[in-house]
Every structure is written in structure tokens, then in C-alpha cells.
Nanobody
Framework: QVQLTESGGGLVQPGASLRLACTASGRGFGDYAMAWFRQAPGKEREFVAAINRRGSAFDVADSVKGRFTMSRDHDQNLVDLQMTSLRPEDTAVYFC????????????????WGQGTQVTVSS
């Protein structure tokens, strides 16, 4: 089983870019489909993007399509989320999650989670 650690969050102005990284430790990273979710205060956790085991994109939420890109690096055991044209409504805690074999857009389908990293978009 893998353990996940996110990094790269912070405070940025609207229109800025930010890259989040999620590093996996433990064995079997290649068996996991990976996803990013986010949760704003008082709101449910929502799907952002997911990627299949081989690195092909599974899906991207409509709210971030064209602005956010997810990729994975098997050599470094990580996935990242490149975020551009950030908006105040992107403010949330961002979580990476892993699921054996198949990607999904539903948080209940994921058993392996990182601790989250805060992204705040504000002028």
C-alpha cells in the first residue's frame, strides 16, 4: 500500500499559476489510479481530475477544464496538478487520492488519501 503526501499549496493572486505535487511512498504506485479532489469550507469534497495507471487522463472537472492539467511520473512516484488562471473560487484544501486499478470521480471510491494542501486565491 502507498502513502501519499501533497505539497505546493499557498496563497496566490487571481490569474496566477501554481503546481501541486503528490508523492507516493511504499510499494505498488504503478497499480494505483490517482486523482485530485478539493474541499472548500462548508462544502463537500469535489472531484478535480484523475489519471489512469498508465498516465492517460481519465477526466477533468468542467470547472477547471482548460486551466488545470494532471500528470504522473512513475520514475519519481508522483502525480502533479498544474493549475493556471486561478480564480478565487478555486480556494480549497486540495487532496490527492489513490485507488487500485480503476480511476473514479467519486471520493468514496478512494481508500488512500494524502493530508491535503491549502490553496488560497485572493487579491
Amino acid at each position: 500500500q502507498v502513502q501519499l503526501t501533497e505539497s505546493g499549496g499557498g496563497l496566490v493572486q487571481p490569474g496566477a499559476s501554481l503546481r501541486l505535487a503528490c508523492t507516493a511512498s511504499g510499494r505498488g504506485f504503478g497499480d494505483y489510479a490517482m486523482a485530485w479532489f478539493r474541499q472548500a469550507p462548508g462544502k463537500e469534497r469535489e472531484f478535480v481530475a484523475a489519471i489512469n495507471r498508465r498516465g492517460s487522463a481519465f477526466d477533468v472537472a468542467d470547472s477547471v477544464k482548460g486551466r488545470f492539467t494532471m500528470s504522473r511520473d512513475h520514475d519519481q512516484n508522483l502525480v502533479d496538478l498544474q493549475m493556471t488562471s486561478l480564480r478565487p473560487e478555486d480556494t480549497a484544501v486540495y487532496f490527492c487520492a489513490g485507488r487500485l486499478w480503476m480511476a473514479s470521480e467519486y471520493p468514496a471510491d478512494y481508500r488512500t488519501w494524502g493530508q491535503g494542501t491549502q490553496v488560497t486565491v485572493s487579491s
